[in-house]
């Protein structure tokens, strides 16, 4: 379950110092000096809002907010003095290169303008294409076929590999049947001959997946990265994440999360390449989801299952998505908020009321109940909904009583 | 193993090292402390400085984001009492006992008298010490200093010369063969060593000079 404490929104809020809620507060400092990757998220985002202020990207609010937390702050005031200078420096590099440096694509200009050069290096673009054919028809198939058919019953990752069938994900595989290990072993045998013959994409590639599947994602991703130097490609780019995405779980807290952002790049890059390669799509869904970016990821997987309805996959898709919506209160629109708590409310939820307001006042705008039901009142009122008015008033009071008595707390009865 | 007091690094030392908030404090933290301090935090030298960096990081972050006026100098405080303390007694969690530590000079700067004083009778003549401007002839330096591809990162990072700002990053990520987040921490980082070596360079923050 994603800690909403720990979602890029509320690290950003609290860097600008919009979080006010005592509650929130006191949960982010605590994960601050117990949780190292925490607070390499905060360090970073903090100096991502440096950095965005500098080179002009947060917008006029954010802005505000960040300038109002200089005064206090000698050692972020320093940071942004360095950003800026930075900056000065980078443009007063840019401008003496422009003074000094010819055109790069002059040269080649000028050469493409010779027909015999532009004929010559057609005639070897061909010929390079004929051969890239010929040795990707000269194959691994069989090798991975028979790979594929010792996961059919349980897939070796979470993530999915390129041309794997559904299996479902065991979480202890155990040793492999000793049949399968001779399997295993000839199939390696095999791919590292072919890869020694012909080393191309194709066998590369193929060598790569053997290896992803045995969990040396060390090897995985070196063979790969040999694959894509002869082309880039959406199934090895996918591959490539996969392995990073895999990798991750075995790294120390520090690393894990550039291993993580490395497969979600991988996963893009494929994307972008074949936007129907639903391998790809998958893996990104799941790697937004393993980085805490809840939104983004319920728009993957949602985009995901718009492609695949029915499969397995779109099976696993759909848990995914619906345990994603079932714990965020931070995914749900602000009606949404709105309408849950008065359900609650109406039927003397306590709890459920409760925990609605605790997950969104931290945020004081958008969801935030209390801003939603001034705003209700006002449009009762307006609109003599007398009945509507009361209640807005009557909940917002509720929540006025309750946090006064749970954490003495006031703000919310004026 | 313990540093010997030429082995504390310098960068530490002159940059962002606590400062000494009263004389009580100035009188009992010496070198050696410090330098026990340092290898409290972790035996591996260049370790000790980076989570040195990373403490004060959360401590200031902690105070500035609780409102307090002068966020490094509870920093400094927090940190001063934690190397006091360390040195008496063996502290199983370092940062989880820094946090408490934190939370209690946070409470008491709230206890702090705060005389209301009649606006007319205000002393405008009395002017806040000035902060030290930012030197650039100090960054030039520190940026010759860093190795050339460091040194090309963060210029091309802060450079607006390219078309697009996001077409530039992931060209820069895509040429040094890492993803957006690895290369946004590495920017950090390269900034961090940036920021350490102008701040020695500014003679920022020598806190043990007199102790």
Same mark, same amino acid.
């Given at each position: 379950?994603?800690?909403?404490?720990?979602?890029? /929104?509320? &690290? #950003?809020?609290?860097?600008?110092?919009?979080? $006010?809620? *005592?509650?929130?507060? *006191?949960?982010?400092?605590?994960?601050?000096?117990?949780?190292?990757?925490?607070?390499?998220? &905060?360090?970073?985002?903090?100096?991502?809002?440096?950095?965005?202020?500098?080179?002009?990207?947060?917008?006029?609010?954010?802005?505000?907010?960040?300038?109002?937390?200089?005064?206090?702050?000698?050692?972020? !005031?320093?940071?942004?003095?360095?950003?800026?200078?930075?900056?000065? !420096?980078?443009?007063?590099?840019?401008?003496?290169?422009?003074?000094?440096?010819? $055109?790069?694509?002059?040269?080649?200009?000028?050469?493409?303008?010779?027909?015999?050069?532009?004929?010559?290096?057609?005639?070897?673009?061909?010929?390079?294409?004929?051969?890239?054919?010929?040795?990707?028809?000269?194959?691994?198939?069989?090798?991975?076929? /028979?790979?594929?058919?010792?996961?059919?019953?349980?897939?070796?990752?979470?993530?999915?590999?390129?041309?794997?069938?559904?299996?479902?994900?065991?979480?202890? @595989?155990?040793?492999?049947?000793?049949?399968?290990?001779?399997?295993? !072993?000839?199939? *390696?045998?095999?791919?590292?001959?072919?890869?020694?013959?012909?080393?191309?994409?194709?066998?590369? #590639?193929?060598?790569? &997946?053997?290896?992803?599947? %045995? #969990?040396?994602?060390?090897?995985?991703?070196? /063979?790969?990265?040999?694959?894509?130097?002869?082309?880039?490609?959406?199934?090895?780019?996918?591959?490539?994440?996969?392995?990073?995405?895999?990798?991750?779980?075995?790294?120390? =807290?520090?690393? @894990?999360?550039?291993?993580?952002? %490395?497969?979600?790049?991988?996963?893009?890059?494929?994307?972008?390449?074949?936007?129907?390669?639903? =391998?790809?799509?998958?893996?990104?869904?799941?790697?937004?989801?393993?980085?805490?970016?809840?939104? =983004?990821?319920?728009? $993957?997987?949602?985009?995901?299952?718009?492609?695949?309805?029915?499969?397995?996959?779109?099976?696993?898709?759909?848990?995914?998505?619906?345990?994603?919506?079932?714990?965020?209160?931070?995914?749900?629109?602000?009606?949404?908020?709105?309408?849950?708590?008065?359900?609650?409310?109406?039927? #003397?939820?306590?709890?459920?009321?409760?925990?609605?307001?605790? =997950?969104?006042?931290?945020?004081?705008?958008?969801?935030?109940?209390?801003?939603?039901?001034?705003?209700?009142?006002?449009?009762?009122?307006? !609109?003599?909904?007398?009945?509507?008015?009361?209640?807005?008033?009557?909940?917002?009071?509720?929540?006025?009583?309750? /946090?006064?008595?749970?954490? $003495?707390?006031?703000?919310?009865?004026? | 193993?313990?540093?010997?007091?030429?082995?504390?690094?310098?960068?530490?030392?002159?940059?962002?090292?606590?400062?000494?908030?009263?004389?009580?404090?100035?009188?009992?933290?010496?070198?050696?402390?410090?330098?026990?301090?340092?290898?409290?935090?972790?035996?591996?030298?260049?370790?000790?400085?980076?989570?040195?960096?990373?403490?004060?990081?959360?401590?200031?972050?902690?105070?500035?984001?609780?409102?307090?006026?002068?966020?490094?100098?509870?920093?400094?405080?927090?940190?001063?009492?934690?190397?006091?303390?360390?040195?008496?007694?063996?502290?199983?969690?370092?940062?989880?006992?820094?946090?408490?530590?934190?939370?209690?000079?946070?409470?008491?700067?709230?206890?702090?008298?705060?005389?209301?004083?009649?606006?007319?009778?205000?002393?405008?003549?009395?002017?806040?010490?000035?902060?030290?401007?930012? +030197?650039?002839?100090?960054?030039?330096?520190?940026?010759?200093?860093?190795?050339?591809?460091?040194?090309?990162?963060?210029?091309?990072?802060?450079?607006?010369?390219?078309?697009?700002?996001?077409?530039?990053?992931?060209?820069?990520?895509? +040429?040094?063969?890492?993803?957006?987040?690895?290369?946004?921490?590495?920017?950090?980082?390269?900034?961090?060593?940036?920021?350490?070596?102008?701040?020695?360079?500014?003679?920022?923050?020598?806190?043990?000079?007199?102790?």
């Amino acid at each position: 379950m994603v800690n909403p404490l720990k979602t890029a /929104e509320t &690290v #950003h809020e609290y860097l600008l110092g919009r979080v $006010s809620d *005592e509650t929130t507060l *006191e949960g982010i400092e605590e994960l601050l000096f117990t949780d190292e990757e925490f607070c390499s998220q &905060v360090a970073l985002a903090d100096d991502e809002i440096i950095n965005d202020y500098v080179r002009g990207r947060l917008n006029r609010v954010d802005a505000d907010s960040f300038r109002a937390t200089l005064p206090a702050d000698a050692e972020r !005031r320093f940071k942004l003095e360095m950003a800026q200078a930075l900056k000065e !420096r980078a443009l007063a590099r840019d401008l003496k290169t422009a003074e000094a440096k010819p $055109s790069f694509f002059g040269p080649i200009i000028l050469f493409f303008r010779q027909p015999m050069y532009a004929g010559a290096f057609a005639v070897l673009l061909i010929a390079a294409v004929v051969l890239a054919v010929y040795l990707t028809r000269r194959g691994n198939g069989d090798q991975l076929a /028979e790979l594929r058919s010792i996961y059919q019953q349980s897939r070796p990752t979470e993530t999915r590999i390129s041309e794997f069938g559904y299996a479902p994900l065991t979480q202890l @595989r155990g040793a492999p049947e000793s049949a399968d290990k001779n399997r295993l !072993r000839r199939i *390696e045998n095999n791919l590292i001959e072919a890869t020694e013959k012909n080393p191309n994409a194709q066998t590369r #590639h193929a060598l790569g &997946v053997f290896y992803l599947t %045995q #969990h040396d994602h060390q090897k995985a991703i070196k /063979e790969f990265e040999a694959a894509l130097k002869f082309g880039d490609a959406a199934k090895i780019r996918n591959d490539l994440g996969s392995a990073y995405f895999e990798r991750a779980k075995t790294e120390p =807290e520090d690393k @894990r999360l550039e291993d993580l952002a %490395q497969s979600l790049e991988e996963f893009t890059k494929a994307t972008k390449l074949d936007g129907n390669l639903l =391998e790809a799509l998958f893996n990104k869904s799941l790697a937004l989801q393993e980085l805490r970016m809840p939104r =983004e990821a319920k728009e $993957s997987w949602t985009l995901y299952l718009q492609k695949d309805s029915s499969s397995s996959w779109a099976v696993e898709a759909r848990k995914n998505l619906a345990r994603l919506e079932g714990q965020q209160t931070f995914l749900k629109k602000d009606e949404q908020v709105l309408s849950d708590f008065l359900t609650a409310y109406r039927n #003397h939820d306590d709890a459920r009321a409760q925990t609605i307001h605790d =997950e969104t006042k931290g945020l004081l705008r958008g969801p935030a109940l209390p801003l939603q039901l001034s705003r209700r009142y006002l449009i009762a009122r307006q !609109r003599g909904d007398q009945a509507g008015a009361a209640e807005s008033l009557a909940a917002m009071t509720y929540i006025g009583s309750f /946090e006064q008595a749970q954490h $003495s707390e006031f703000f919310f009865l004026n | 193993m313990r540093y010997a007091i030429a082995e504390i690094p310098t960068t530490l030392l002159k940059s962002g090292a606590p400062r000494l908030p009263d004389a009580q404090t100035r009188k009992e933290l010496t070198r050696e402390k410090f330098a026990s301090f340092l290898e409290w935090l972790s035996p591996d030298r260049d370790r000790a400085g980076e989570e040195y960096e990373r403490l004060r990081f959360r401590l200031c972050t902690f105070f500035s984001q609780r409102r307090c006026s002068f966020a490094d100098e509870l920093a400094d405080e927090t940190i001063n009492r934690v190397i006091l303390k360390s040195s008496e007694e063996r502290i199983e969690n370092k940062i989880a006992y820094c946090y408490g530590v934190a939370k209690n000079v946070f409470r008491e700067s709230l206890r702090k008298d705060r005389p209301q004083v009649d606006i007319d009778e205000v002393n405008l003549a009395a002017k806040a010490p000035e902060e030290p401007s930012f +030197s650039r002839e100090c960054l030039d330096k520190c940026l010759e200093k860093l190795p050339a591809d460091s040194r090309d990162l963060l210029l091309d990072y802060f450079s607006e010369a390219k078309l697009a700002k996001i077409k530039l990053h992931r060209s820069i990520s895509e +040429s040094l063969k890492t993803s957006q987040t690895a290369l946004r921490m590495r920017v950090m980082r390269t900034k961090l060593k940036l920021k350490i070596c102008v701040q020695e360079c500014m003679g920022l923050n020598e806190p043990l000079r007199n102790a």
